[in-house]
């Protein structure tokens, strides 16, 4: 059972525009979300993330939304600049638990 | 500013061979972790540290073990390799918080298994 789940494998879009980057879990407990942008050949790095005690979190380009009730997160990307093509996972952990569970990605990229 | 460093960065093991993976961490961070990422999935956790002397298994423990001896170490073992473990490898750390943690990951080892 997959617990944070990406259904979308990849996305495409047009420099300038917005991406939109969606993530969906099942589990309750979980409290804390982040996205993670991850380059070929390099490690993933931390890009943003959300406490469930918010529902908007904004840093620069980059903004998090996040729906309790419908457990999904979605990550805004505006303006999307080639640069920002790469793999974005989604992860979620619980309170005080060390752990968190990634989401199999998606690949965006966004063409000149 | 190191972060999270991983050796070997490249490996090819042929059947039934052994090696470890080496991570060391800068940041005095308490949490360590070991993923692995096949082709075109997620990270998968491997096994994790909370501290020095403790670890615990993840998803995906078959066929690893792992030791934290130190805050700064945490190197991941594979025995009798398989032609399944071929995989991108990435340690991480991370200071877990109330407020949730950031995990820092080193930059991957890349290993083939034939």
């Known amino acids: 059972d997959q617990q944070v789940k990406q259904n979308s494998p990849s996305l495409s879009v047009q420099e300038g525009r917005i991406s939109i980057l969606n993530c969906d879990y099942t589990n309750s407990m979980f409290d804390y979300f982040l996205w993670y942008k991850k380059y070929p050949a390099e490690g993933p790095t931390f890009l943003i993330s959300i406490s469930s005690i918010k529902d908007k979190n904004e840093d620069g380009r980059f903004t998090v939304f996040l729906n309790k009730s419908a457990k999904h997160l979605s990550l805004h990307i505006v303006p999307s600049q080639p640069g920002d093509s790469a793999v974005y996972f989604c992860a979620a952990s619980e309170a005080n638990a060390g752990k968190s569970t990634f989401g199999d990605g998606t690949t965006l990229t966004v063409k000149p | 500013n190191a972060g999270v460093t991983q050796t070997p960065k490249f490996r090819i093991l042929k059947i039934g061979q052994s090696m470890t993976l080496q991570c060391t961490q800068d940041m005095n961070h308490n949490y360590m972790y070991w993923y692995r990422q096949d082709p075109g999935m997620g990270l998968k956790l491997i096994y994790y540290s909370v501290g020095a002397g403790i670890t615990d298994k993840g998803e995906v423990p078959n066929g690893y073990n792992v030791s934290r001896s130190t805050t700064e170490d945490f190197p991941l073992r594979l025995e009798l390799a398989a032609p399944s473990q071929t995989s991108v490898y990435f340690c991480?750390?991370?200071?877990?918080?109330?407020?949730?943690?950031?995990?820092?990951f080193g930059e991957g080892s890349w290993l083939t298994v034939v």
């Open positions: 991480a750390s991370s200071y877990t918080r109330s407020s949730g943690n950031t995990i820092y």
